[in-house]
Nanobody, 113 residues
């Protein structure tokens, strides 16, 4: 069974940093893209950053603050989040698109003083 396992969420003060990790568990024939989405309370799920091949798309709302990186050998993806703001509070979901489409279970990030 193919799963994405996320870690690294938690409570952080405004201006702080967190690093999310996501690891693929199980085998998959091919991976076209991996990335991160988030869903804030009462809002729709939105793209944060997606890595596809050598291209990386980052949402305007997090550009300059969030950085996505991938470990292709280990099928892992990371999201480094700096200068966090209360508006970044959300459940963050890891995403994979390839021979199958997989979503992680989500990890909660709360930015509050």
């Amino acid at each position: 069974q193919v799963q994405l396992v996320e870690s690294g969420g938690g409570l952080v003060q405004p201006g702080g940093s967190l690093r999310l990790s996501c690891a693929l568990s199980g085998s998959i024939l091919s991976i076209n893209a991996m990335g991160w989405y988030r869903q804030a309370p009462g809002k729709e799920r939105e793209l944060v950053a997606v890595s596809s091949g050598f291209r990386i798309n980052v949402a305007d709302s997090v550009k300059g603050r969030f950085t996505v990186s991938r470990d292709y050998a280990k099928n892992r993806i990371y999201l480094q989040m700096n200068s966090l703001e209360p508006e970044d509070t959300a459940v963050y979901y890891c995403y994979l698109k390839g021979s199958v489409e997989v979503w992680g279970q989500g990890t909660l990030v709360t930015v509050s003083s």
